[in-house]
């Protein structure tokens, strides 16, 4: 646990020691995953030193621990302005963007975390699946890869099924029916049915199926259905 702590001014510097204790406080109350404790106390100590960053990195992660995904994601963010070049805040709101359906920003943070070396396994293995959920299995195979290389079991199933001994046809359209069917939801949600309707035909052409029993009952009684009369 680093116990570095930044002051912006002297008067921060009065209410170091008692900053850090507390920032300790909270750290043991999540080694018990007492989580709202925890935040409690990161809270105080951020109080008494609104420039420690540790405080706001734990209490990102008591946050999420919560699921409270809103609250980590500022926190994140305030550490990132005292720190821009720490790899595990980096890497962190990377997870957060991802939860919070922030799909680019979580790509772009789990590259920024790559360059630090943070978690290159993991950060691989994610970035991959995010190029495939955005249409990319060219950027998404290299990524895997990587993760393979790190010893990323999964990453090592995903190259074999989809990679080798080159990008395989049938993992190119399913990353493309991806962004079919999203944008298909996307203009549905939006009340633009026939947009939404274009948008499923075309996956169904690029040969889409559903995956889940419901998702298939819905499409085959409900989605067709409608589209059949547009």
């Known amino acids: 646990m680093p116990y570095a702590i930044f002051a912006k001014n002297n008067k921060d510097v009065f209410n170091l020691d008692r900053s850090r204790d507390l920032l300790l406080d909270g750290y043991i109350q999540n080694e018990f995953d007492n989580h709202h404790l925890a935040i409690e106390y990161y809270t105080e100590a951020i109080r008494l030193n609104p420039n420690n960053f540790y405080a706001f990195l734990n209490r990102a992660f008591s946050r999420y621990q919560i699921k409270d995904n809103s609250g980590a994601w500022d926190d994140l963010n305030i550490s990132l302005e005292i720190n821009p070049n720490d790899g595990i805040a980096l890497y962190n709101r990377a997870i957060v963007n991802w939860k919070l359906g922030h799909q680019l920003s979580s790509m772009k943070d789990y590259s920024k975390a790559i360059n630090k070396d943070i978690e290159l396994k993991n950060a691989y293995a994610v970035r991959g699946i995010l190029k495939s959920n955005i249409g990319d299995a060219v950027g998404a195979c290299p990524d895997w890869k990587k993760a393979m290389e790190n010893k990323s079991e999964r ?8 990679c080798l001994p080159n990008i395989s046809e049938n993992f190119r359209k399913k990353t493309e029916n991806k962004v079919l069917i999203a944008n298909a939801r996307r203009k ?4 633009e049915i026939r947009e939404s309707c274009n948008y499923y035909e075309q996956a169904k052409m690029n040969g889409y199926k559903a995956n889940h029993l419901s998702w298939k009952l819905k499409l085959s009684f409900v989605t067709d259905q409608i589209c059949f009369f547009l």
């Not at 549905?188 to 009340?191: E, R, T, V």
Request: zero cysteines.
């Open 188 to 191: 549905y949600a939006a009340g």
């Open 155 to 162: 990453a090592t199933l995903w190259v074999k099924e989809n």
